[in-house]
């Protein structure tokens, strides 16, 4: 393989030390069209600028003439590297890195082939007003690969533009830290920030980053992803899926999501935040959560919630969530994934001083606990048509539900002033609850699996381990064993 890599010096020494990193494309390649960038870049805009009061919307986020430019790294080689950091410290600022190339497989979604800036065996890698480029094929921006390797990135501008090209990458239980940046990708399932097989932390400090390509979420998590204070917008895909034992938080963040695009047969739902257990072997099997808290959540398109083949905890607090579309507020229900019978959807959704618009459906192999505290309030009605899967409300006092619909549930426990039926009639366990009386019941027991993720899972969503050692200086990760 003949590496092709130019580097243009402009009167500022910056540091070298080497690494090695990895990436994934566990989402798969479709053929179906893109939206156009510009789409999401006036979404983002838009955002941005509307007067809402939220600091985050009003902030100013960096464009990529924002950022001096005193030095340009180039390759375009297959499957290399225009930056890497081997098991060193480095640090990169006022740089442009630009990466071109193809690469395929296991070895660009796991161990970082091919992706721009790549760190790896316990590297600490800083990067400071980058720009990062890439137009190929598995050609992810920046991955951090391996427990012990940590990228600290800020002030930068990252943009993909092919297909499995994420912004920033996570694997094999590496650390990323971000604040400040832009990030844009436009292929398919390319999510902007973005964990594969094996996982690790990643924590975003402010920013704006949207995808616009279909399998493209904001956040695709099979790590333990954070974002705070952030704009996030997706125009074809969800905005965030949660794989596995896995887990996402937003603080104060705006995240828009039009999910129009299909990515695959598994399900027919369109939806906001997706949950969800693919027997892949990407992700262990587990309680996975999603948190969030403050902040604003706007849906397009479908649910706003869809679980499936998976238990999870959601935790909403204070959170200003809008369904524009016909969906529903949840659904836990069995889709393309699992084995069939037991591959619903279990789901403890925790509301705290949060108002809750829109109907839930948990069919019969799911269920729902749904504990409405701190003053919450919840407008719609539970499985509307008849008993399907088991669910558990709980009410606080100074916390109420108002009924738009006739609902079913198996256990109830309320207090007296708790439940405006509205005109409807609520069903427990089949009988029919009394407005104005006290209700004391027992919530439903979660099984929660635990093990390798499923087919191909023999790591249990952990990749083989890569050997510690130099890399060749071509730009390549040292080998990979045959396992």
Request: proline residues 1%; negative net charge.
């Amino acid at each position: 393989m003949k590496r092709k890599n130019r580097i243009k010096t402009a009167a500022i020494v910056i540091s070298l030390i080497t690494a090695a990193a990895l990436t994934s494309c566990s989402q798969g390649n479709s053929s179906s069209s893109v939206a156009s960038q510009a789409t999401a870049d006036s979404a983002s805009e838009a955002n941005a600028t509307s007067n809402t009061g939220s600091s985050v919307k009003e902030a100013k986020y960096l464009s990529e003439s924002d950022i001096k430019i005193n030095q340009t790294i180039e390759n375009s080689a297959d499957g290399e590297h225009a930056v890497i950091a081997d098991g060193t410290q480095e640090k990169y600022s006022n740089v442009l890195v630009n990466k071109t190339g193809e690469a395929d497989g296991d070895e660009a979604d796991f161990y970082g082939e091919n992706s721009a800036v790549f760190a790896a065996n316990k590297a600490t890698l800083d990067l400071k007003d980058v720009v990062v480029k890439t137009n190929g094929t598995h050609a992810n921006a920046v991955f951090t690969y391996g427990e012990g390797t940590t990228v600290n990135i800020s002030d930068s501008y990252i943009e993909t533009s092919g297909n499995c090209s994420g912004g920033l990458m996570t694997t094999g239980g590496g650390t990323t830290n971000a604040e400040n940046l832009t990030i844009k990708t436009s292929g398919n399932s390319s999510a902007a920030i973005r964990s594969d097989r094996g996982g690790g932390t990643m924590t975003v400090n402010g920013g704006s980053y949207s995808t616009s390509g279909v399998g493209s979420p904001v956040i695709y998590s099979t790590a333990d992803v954070t974002v705070n204070n952030a704009i996030l917008n997706s125009s074809a895909s969800q905005g965030v899926v949660v794989e596995g034992k896995n887990s996402v938080t937003l603080n104060n963040c705006d995240l828009t999501a039009d999910n129009t695009k299909k990515n695959g047969s598994h399900s027919s739902y369109y939806q906001a935040i997706m949950i969800y257990q693919s027997m892949s072997g990407d992700a262990a099997q587990g309680l996975s959560s999603f948190d969030m808290t403050g902040g604003t959540l706007t849906n397009k398109n479908g649910d706003v919630f869809f679980i499936t083949n998976t238990a999870t905890e959601i935790n909403l607090t204070n959170a200003e969530i809008t369904n524009e579309a016909d969906g529903i507020f949840l659904r836990a229900a069995a889709a393309g994934w699992g084995s069939e019978g037991s591959n619903g959807g279990q789901v403890t959704l925790n509301a705290s001083n949060q108002k809750i618009n829109g109907d839930m459906v948990v069919d019969s192999v799911s269920n729902l606990n749904l504990y409405l505290k701190d003053k919450s309030d919840f407008t719609g009605a539970i499985n509307s048509d008849s008993q399907q899967g088991e669910v558990y409300v709980e009410i606080e006092s100074g916390s109420s539900w108002t009924l738009t619909g006739d609902s079913y549930i198996t256990s109830l426990t309320c207090g007296a002033d708790s439940i405006n039926l509205n005109g409807h009639t609520l069903y427990v366990d089949g009988k029919k609850y009394t407005e104005g009386t006290e209700s004391k019941g027992t919530a439903v027991e979660v099984t929660v699996s635990s093990g390798k993720g499923g087919n191909g899972g023999e790591q249990g969503g952990q990749p083989p381990e890569k050997p510690d050692g130099d890399s060749d200086k071509s730009g390549k990760p040292p080998a990979k064993p045959e396992n």
